[in-house]
Nanobody, 124 residues
Framework: VQLQASGGGSVQAGGSLRLSCAAS????????MGWFRQGPGNEREFVAA????????YHAHSVRGRFTISRDNSKNALYLRMDSLRPEDTAVYYC??????????????????WGQGTLVTVSS
């Protein structure tokens, strides 16, 4: 499957953005999906993940209550709604697909396919 992330941009602290990830070339509904981010000088870190049928969603503690992951299998699309953005949210955001669910879904090496990333910059 090929993944294309979009929707990044520059916003002021407290603002909102919605990231999208378009999937093609595979059966999107069969993948466990996630969002990760990588800030300057940092390792790639888990942001959120969602099961195939959207029944279970997982968010990192640092974004819980501010970010919401969702998916639309009919559109082969994954989303990340980001509210109350903070300067520390500045990073390149990546969508990723895993062929199976693992309990350690917050590890990047559990994912098989990655999008190219979209940059989010939050200014104070």
């Amino acid at each position: 499957v090929q993944l294309q992330a979009s929707g990044g941009g520059s916003v002021q602290a407290g603002g909102s953005l919605r990231l999208s990830c378009a999937a093609s070339g595979g059966t999107f509904s069969s993948y466990f999906m996630g969002w990760f981010r990588q800030g300057p000088g940092n390792e790639r870190e888990f942001v959120a993940a969602i099961k195939r049928d959207s029944r279970n969603r997982y968010h990192a503690h640092s974004v819980r209550g501010r970010f919401t992951i969702s998916r639309d299998n009919s559109k082969n699309a994954l989303y990340l709604r980001m509210d109350s953005l903070r300067p520390e949210d500045t990073a390149v955001y990546y969508c990723a697909a895993a062929t199976a669910y693992y309990s350690d879904y917050d590890r990047p090496n559990r994912y098989d396919y990655w999008g190219q990333g979209t940059l989010v910059t939050v200014s104070s």
